[in-house]
């Protein structure tokens, strides 16, 4: 079946051969083994916790700062 161009350009294509066109595409894809997805998502968890610590510690010592600043002049 000829592909049609449609008024704005583009290619368009029945549903059948797009699905068709998909699942070939995915079939490509090299997905991540079992091993990576974890390393990666203990990776995540561990930015995490390290950015929480961060902000606390950054936030803590903005708070004290500030209690000096206010209790000083109050």
Do not use: C, Y
Request: hydrophobic share 50%.
């Amino acid at each position: 079946m000829p592909l049609h161009p449609n008024p704005n350009g583009s290619i368009m294509t029945n549903p059948f051969q797009f699905l068709q066109q998909t699942r070939s595409e995915i079939a490509k894809v090299v997905w991540p083994t079992r091993r990576e997805v974890l390393v990666t998502t203990g990776m995540v968890f561990v930015m995490a916790v390290l950015a929480a610590i961060f902000f606390f510690g950054v936030d803590w010592l903005i708070r004290t700062g500030l209690e000096l600043i206010l209790t000083s002049f109050g």
